[in-house]
């Protein structure tokens, strides 16, 4: 796999299908996303990732253990997250949750950060989510720490201290899964993955893409300014959302009842004017290679994209249908268009390989992981 | 030069509210025209942004229309806010506009509050719903705001008394506008992005410690 990544991203909704009222199980869901995950490896993309929810109707709570579940039932596709909640987790579990991961799928394993925006999670998890921002930086400043130092003394102001704490088990090879960092458009998301050199997803999807470009911008600028590298090879990924049938009327004419009711932008504009307004495609298959090629020329060359395709109570066979569609027409001519032009200091997507070759070429990997020096000259 | 904005929430086609509007606005450069200052006025009627603005509540972002609405309101040195009373208070849709643009728009903003009712026992409504609102939202509201019943722009004694209403208001408005001068954007974007850089500085750095990565 070089160049790009193609994934999906699922928020794990329970949602009733419009056309029945009928709502699945917990259980229906949570295999459907099973199924789904590993349909995604079969029609030969890159990447699943899943939401994290503490509240209905949601049912992804403890993400690693669907993430293992699906790693045993996979061989090639990377597992990862859409977001982890760095501000309501404590990090050393992160830290354990994913390291143990790591071992079981073989290095098939990343994450994105995010700080999750539920009120309530925050006193469910004994925090305040007016400290969302420090407690962030504090978690993730702990989080790496657990993944880089043998024995870690720590202590903070949201967490109890550690004495002599070391991770068990250690990531897998020694290199830490890779950190996205998620957002819509707040501004401290893409400073922290810039100041770090992590990676950046803009969510892009239910927003113009005028926040997606300011904020991968600024996170470009950034990375730069921290000495990670240039701007371009800023290690990018975005978000998309489509529909498709091989005809654009029947996508339109199908979709039009889950995107009326659904849960985000349901009862607001028409599907015609929201497509218009943000990411979202609706049509034919060459209607979504089209649209997806244009992210570029807002964001610049990037690294990884994601489609959500099942929400809104779309039955379980339509999402099968739309990954068809993805694996077959969509994703070939988007792998194959989009090295077109890429300059070759743009780097490919990050993988655990990749990390390891990088860390066993240089003891200080650059473009990933800034030293102290660096960041201070 | 002196930008106002002026919002007017009335609903019908004529309407009462946007006539007291453009009253105002009238006073109000005629005041400023005193300190030798000219104004330029934007008015926004919040009628035709009805859609957009429910829209906006539901999904998060505004459309194109109503985006550039909130520009203009960010633009402005002063901002004149005339909403019909409805129910002891402002109107729904006056309400949900204030609500929908972005948060910090009207910091540091010189705000000129007025309504309009069927009856004079409705004038309170500036005292006890616009202005504690418009205080929520940092904005500096002029002392004197203007109320107008449907009998103001019928019986002589009442559009008399009326057009003083709207002068003393109209002066002490301008000279608040001429107090504060012209007024620098807040940019929350980049004050959130500051405090980030600060925090992150604060942080201590993987590997400081001296403790040793394998």
Known sequence: ????????????????????????????????????????????????????????????????????????????????????????????????????????????????????????????????????????????????????????????????????????????????????????????VAEIAAYYGDGFFANHIFWPPSHTRRMVRLYRERFEHYGHGSGDQAIVGLGGHVFMRPNSQDAVAEFRPYFDNAPVYGHGPSLEDFAAQTPLTVGSPQQVIDRTLGFRDYAGDYQRQFFLVDHAGLPLKTVLDQLDLLGEQVIPVLRKEFQVGRPKHVPDAPTHESLVRAKTADAKPSGIQPTVQEQQS | MTKLTVISGGLRQPSSTRLLADRITEAVEAELAKFNITASSSTIELRPLGRAIIDAMLIGFANAELESAFETVANADGLIAVTPAFNVSYSGLFKSFFDVLPQETLSDMPVLIAATGGTERHSLVLEHALRPMFSYLHAIVAPTGVYAATNDFGAQDGSVGLTERISKAANDFARLLHACGTRTRRDVFTEDLAEMERLLAAAPRPGEDGTVED
């Open chain 1, 1 to 188: 796999m070089s160049g790009m990544q193609f994934g999906i991203f699922t928020v794990g909704d329970v949602t009733p299908d419009p056309l029945t009222g009928v709502a699945p199980s917990e259980a229906e869901r949570i295999r459907a996303m099973v199924a789904i995950a590993k349909k995604a490896e079969e029609v030969g993309l890159d990447v699943f990732a899943t939401g994290e929810h503490h509240n209905p109707p949601f049912v992804p709570s403890s993400p690693t253990t669907l993430l293992g579940y699906i790693a045993a039932q996979t061989e090639r596709l990377i597992l990862s997250t859409s977001t982890t909640l760095i501000t309501t987790n404590d990090p050393v579990k992160i830290a354990e949750d994913f390291s143990m991961l790591q071992h079981l799928a073989a290095g098939r394993v990343d994450l994105m950060l995010g700080r999750g925006n539920t009120g309530p999670v925050y006193p469910w998890f004994g925090q305040d989510i007016r400290a969302a921002i420090p407690l962030t930086v504090e978690h993730y400043g702990l989080l790496r720490r657990l993944w880089r130092e043998k024995v870690v003394d720590w202590s903070g102001q949201y967490r109890t201290p550690l004495q002599g704490f070391t991770l068990a088990p250690q990531p897998l090879d020694g290199v830490p899964p890779f950190v996205w960092h998620g957002s819509i458009r707040t501004p401290e």
